[in-house]
């Protein structure tokens, strides 16, 4: 039986920090709840002699194989972030005989497969809960609690920055540009927001989540993304209008037959939904299950502390493991090999907003393209004049992705119709 469980952090940054700060403040607990004491031995830094608040009295060091090979070390905890050299120090340290533990999206999104495979041939742990949701507890669930269950639906608000805008947009009727430098001066947002804004960071975690959920492997590249760029504040008002707001979701859908879908991107969603509730810089994560029915995990997707939350906890599993002598209890979960649906074959409700010349008979023609592929319309309306033109919005039954783009062919070409200015979908309508 252990008596010391001695971690490596590669990283001093915002997580690791708070790692650092989460195992001081409730070290006692921790120990207990272990059975064993823990402490972190070195910590990987670029600057040993930076002055750094909370690592007094950790050895700092700036060479990676002094804590990939310190056979003292027990479990090695990565939090700098990036690709690389994330990827080979996590590997380097699993093929030495060290637990992993991770809050790196990109490396598990991405290479999840070659790490999987690394832990299962050394022994070791691989774990990776705040690499989704920052602090709320959704891998577990998804590996332990709800592993009974068959997922058929996994909706997810997983990005804190997007979400943040599009609350102020529909708040404080804000447009894009305007919110996305305040969220900038706020530090919701980066320099270059381009991961977040353009759906990629939340596509990331959603292939995580999918690849669990449905125990078979997303790539990244299985990910249908689009981002909240195109949002202007009309949209923001039809959708308030019509009873919805607008988050931006990923989406992890079981087609049946036609394989599994995976998709990020703008939503109209019902204002009774719960996600549509969840504001600011919150996430949240709806699950539906075959047994459990609904339920929704929801919390501070990003942060020190939260973050940190959930990688103490992943150190706590793989400590408790490793003080009782029972070993990796679960590895991978991916035992299958679903066909993934084309987006071409999702079925969903459609909103669009046309620019059109205000003459008689255009509702008409509107009408006509959508039926010639076979569209059911909830409704088609002429909301108000933009300039010269009337603006129309309509709104569809459930129909494929296939025949919506076929309709919006048609339309494009109709003399008619000036512009088609936004296409989005709409959920449970």
Do not use: W
């Amino acid at each position: 039986m252990k008596k010391i469980i001695k971690l490596g952090l590669l990283g001093s940054g915002t997580v690791g920090t708070g790692v650092v700060r989460v195992l001081n403040e409730n070290k006692e607990d921790i120990v207990q709840k272990i059975g064993a004491d823990i402490e972190i031995k070195k910590i990987l830094v670029r600057d040993v002699n930076k002055k750094r608040e909370y690592l007094e009295g950790i050895e700092l060091t700036d060479k990676p194989e002094s804590i990939l090979n310190d056979p003292d070390i027990d479990i090695v905890v990565e939090v700098m972030g990036g690709k690389q050299p994330a990827l080979d120090y996590m590997l380097k340290a699993m093929e030495s005989g060290k637990h992993v533990v991770t809050a790196n999206k990109d490396v598990v999104a991405a290479h999840g497969k070659e790490l999987f495979a690394m832990a299962e041939a050394h022994n070791t742990a691989l774990m990776f809960e705040a690499s989704v949701g920052g602090g709320i507890p959704i891998i577990t669930p998804l590996k332990h609690c709800l592993t009974a269950n068959k997922i058929t639906e996994i909706m997810g608000i997983l990005n804190g920055t997007t979400n943040y805008m599009l609350t102020k947009m529909t708040q404080d009727g804000c447009d894009y540009d305007s919110i996305l430098k305040e969220a900038q001066a706020k530090g919701y947002a980066e320099a270059n927001p381009a991961a977040d804004v353009g759906g990629l960071d939340a596509a990331r975690k959603a292939a995580i989540l999918a690849s669990i959920a449905f125990n078979t492997r997303v790539s990244l590249d299985d990910v249908s993304v689009e981002g909240i760029t195109n949002i202007e504040p009309a949209d923001i008002q039809y959708a308030t209008q019509l009873g919805y707001s607008i988050k931006l979701l990923a989406i992890a859908r079981d087609y049946g037959e036609k394989g599994i879908n995976v998709r990020v991107h703008p939503v109209f969603l019902p204002k009774e939904h719960p996600l549509s509730n969840v504001n600011d810089v919150f996430n949240a994560i709806f699950i539906k299950g075959n047994a459990i029915g609904e339920a929704m995990f929801y919390g501070r997707g990003a942060g020190s502390l939260p973050t940190a939350s959930a990688v103490m906890a992943d150190i706590v599993e793989i400590s408790r493991n490793l003080v009782n002598d029972t070993g990796n209890l679960v590895g991978c979960t991916c035992y299958k090999e679903l066909k993934i649906c084309p987006v071409e074959e999702t079925e969903d409700c459609y909103y669009v907003r046309l620019r059109v010349n205000d003459e008689s008979g255009v509702l008409g023609q509107i009408a006509t393209a959508f039926g010639q592929c076979n569209i059911s319309m909830k409704s088609v309306i002429q909301t108000r004049m933009v300039g010269n033109f009337a603006e129309i919005v309509a709104v569809t039954h459930i129909t494929e992705n296939k025949k919506i783009k076929a309709a919006l062919n048609l339309l494009q070409a109709l003399p008619v119709v000036d512009e088609i200015s936004s296409v989005l979908r709409v959920e449970n309508a």
